[in-house]
């Protein structure tokens, strides 16, 4: 079956390290990845969208990599701020035509000054 | 250029009594998607709509619950007879080209 597998336990970190955050996935073949950023008691905000046929994209301080060949993608935030702190979610659509969007359970980070 | 507008924000109805949750998508979005949230939980789908037309409803339950994209206006998730199980956040996404979705600010049904 499909599953989505992002880390279910929090990851604290340092400020003004790098936060790295793992996606995994399992029987989809996705025509992309996208990462979203959810805030308690809020909706999720687009981060980025990353192709199949792409390897890494940036976005300011965010960094997206999709290796379709380990089926995995991992979203880093450099230079993390306290402010970054919120739960990350993954969110993949198949190939071939459309195929629903569906998310991963997220991964909350939190950013300890 | 006003993003996704979700309402009511709260929602409390008594069992058995109907919920209507309106969306408004952003300007020039026709692909609407509706989301349920349980505390601590994913997000789980639950229906895709564009105008008028119903794409997927694979994650709506087949009774009480239905949606709707008119030509005007918002769209609208309504669930029949509510039970307390029906107690969540929904959010509504709307997108421009079916891919990067933008969402609203939820409704947070409390059914008594």
Partial sequence: SQKIEQNSEALNIQEGKTATLTCNYTNYSPAYLQWYRQDPGRGPVFLLLIRENEKEKRKERLKVTFDTTLKQSLFHITASQPADSATYLCALEGSGGYQKVTFGTGTKLQVIP | ?112
């Fill in chain 2, 1 to 112: 250029n006003a993003g996704v507008m979700q309402n009511p924000r709260h929602l409390v109805r008594r069992r058995g009594q109907e919920a209507r949750l309106r969306c408004s998508p952003m300007k020039g979005h026709s692909h609407v998607y509706w989301y349920r949230q349980l505390p601590e939980e994913g997000l789980k789908f639950m229906v895709y709509l564009q105008k008028e037309n119903i794409i997927d409803e694979s994650g709506m339950p087949k009774e009480r619950f239905s949606a709707e994209f008119p030509k005007e206006g918002p769209s609208i998730l309504r669930i029949q007879q509510v039970v307390r199980g029906d107690s969540a956040a929904y959010f509504c996404a709307s997108s421009l080209r079916g891919d990067e979705q933008y969402f609203g600010p939820g409704t947070r049904l409390t059914v008594t």
